[in-house]
């Protein structure tokens, strides 16, 4: 079995490290001579510690904008999926009906038993009319015991 190195194993985390890198340098490098033209400005004195806290402050608040914003996108994604939300289950229940009627079509002795057999295995995740106009009428999904 062939070893890979361990930087084209994980050459997007590099990749992704190497701009972290650079942009957070370049943020700090221009923070500086930001920091030092406002401070002579001001004929105050260029203080390190200063700056560092005025740059770890912008810093964090930079931070804490983009990173709530990123949890929001994918926690919110992921809670709206969970529960399903329309947008979420657009185009699953076509292509759910899509596969019972192919199903229908090639076999339709076994088809009702196969269907009903996914069903009841995934059951509770229903949110399609169809499905659920089939399931009240007991018509494409007969033999299913609804608990």
Known sequence: MERTSIWKRYG????????????LSGHWLFGWLAYVDEQKQHRAPVEVRSYVNEMMRDTFENWQS???QLIW??????????????ASKEGDDR???????????????????LIAEIDQEYAGRHTDPRWLRDKERGGATRGVRWN
Request: glycine fraction near 10%.
């Open 95 to 113: 292509v759910e009906a899509k596969v019972d009627a192919l199903l229908r079509a090639v076999s339709p002795a076994k088809a009702e038993e």
């Open 66 to 68: 983009e990173f709530l």
């Open 12 to 23: 997007y985390g590099w990749v992704t490290l190497g701009f972290f890198v650079v942009s």
């Open 73 to 86: 996108q994918i926690g919110g994604l992921a809670i709206l999926l969970y529960v399903g939300s329309p």
